[in-house]
Structures are given as C-alpha cells and as structure tokens.
Nanobody, 126 residues
C-alpha cells in the first residue's frame, strides 16, 4: 500500500486542522492505520491509531479529547481531525499502515508499521 498525507498548514492556537491519508493499492481495509508526528530535534511520536474496521481507536494522552482518528475504507482514506491545537502540536505528521491479517493488533509504536507516507507539516502559532 502507498500512502500520501495532506492537510497540514499554519493555524493559530485553538484552531483546527484535518489531516488526510490517501491510500493506493489493494486491501486498504486490511490495514490498521496510525498517525505519528515528529518535531524538530525530537523523536517520532505516536499520536493515534485505528483498527482495520474502525472499531478500535487509540490516542496518546496529550491529544485525547482534542484529536479524532477515523477512516473510510470505501474511499481508502484515513483522517486525523485536530481541534484545540496547541503550539506543542506543531510537527511533521506521518500516516502509516500495518497489515492486520491474522489478527495483528493495532500498534502504537513506529516499528510496528510497515508502510509510511511522506510528512505533512503542521505549524501552530501562539
């Protein structure tokens, strides 16, 4: 599967952005999807993940209640709705896919994901 992330930009603190991860290839509905972010000088950080059927979602504590991950398997897209953005949320955001076959559980670490899109930059002004 090939992934392309989009939707980043500049937003004021308190504002919102919606990131989109568009997938190409077959069997998108057999992949768990994740969003990660990396700020300058920092390691890549897990943000959110969703199971192949959308039934389970996971978030890092710092974004709970503000971010929502979702997916549309028919359109082969995953989304990250980000509300109440804070300057600390500024980073390059990456979407990633992990094969869910054989009951593979949703991962929350980058090493569990096999396919990655390019980053989309999110800048939050204070």
């Amino acid at each position: 599967v090939q992934l392309q992330a989009s939707g980043g930009g500049l937003v004021q603190a308190g504002g919102s952005l919606r990131l989109t991860c568009a997938a190409s290839g077959r069997s998108f509905n057999m992949y768990n999807m994740g969003w990660f972010r990396q700020a300058p000088g920092k390691e890549r950080e897990f943000v959110a993940a969703i199971s192949w059927n959308g039934g389970d979602t996971y978030y890092v504590d710092s974004v709970k209640g503000r971010f929502t991950i979702s997916r549309d398997n028919a359109d082969k897209r995953a989304y990250l709705q980000m509300n109440s953005l804070e300057p600390e949320d500024a980073a390059d955001y990456y979407c990633a896919a992990d094969w869910a076959g054989d009951g593979h559980l949703v991962g929350t670490t980058s090493r569990e994901y096999d396919f990655w899109g390019q980053g989309t930059q999110v800048t939050v002004s204070s």
